[in-house]
Nanobody, 118 residues
Framework: VQLQASGGGLVQAGASLRLSCAAS????????MGWYRQAPGKEREFIAG????????PADDSVSGRFTMSRDNAKRTVYLQMNSLKPEDTAVYYC????????????WGQGTQVTVSS
């Protein structure tokens, strides 16, 4: 599975961004997908996951209500819509995939940088 994340950038607090992650190398509809982020000096943090059928496992309270994950199986792409961005959302955002839905994520994209200025 190859994953290519895009859509990051530098924005001001309160702005929105939509990240995309395109997958190849495996039937997309059979993949569970997830988004993570890692800020400098911090551990990688789970944001959200989405099942084959589009059921989303939401993130923790820090992003709940602001971030929304979705998938388009026809485009082999998952999205992370991020609204009301805060400086503490600054991180490298990674998409991940897994073929065994009850197992861990085993494939990772290269990451896309999101920087939110105050």
């Amino acid at each position: 599975v190859q994953l290519q994340a895009s859509g990051g950038g530098l924005v001001q607090a309160g702005a929105s961004l939509r990240l995309s992650c395109a997958a190849s190398g495996h039937p997309f509809s059979r993949l569970g997908m997830g988004w993570y982020r890692q800020a400098p000096g911090k551990e990688r943090e789970f944001i959200a996951g989405i099942s084959r059928s589009g059921v989303v496992t939401p993130a923790d309270d820090s992003v709940s209500g602001r971030f929304t994950m979705s998938r388009d199986n026809a485009k082999r792409t998952v999205y992370l819509q991020m609204n009301s961005l805060k400086p503490e959302d600054t991180a490298v955002y990674y998409c991940a995939a897994k073929t065994i839905l009850t197992g861990p994520y085993t494939h990772w994209g290269q990451g896309t940088q999101v920087t939110v200025s105050s």
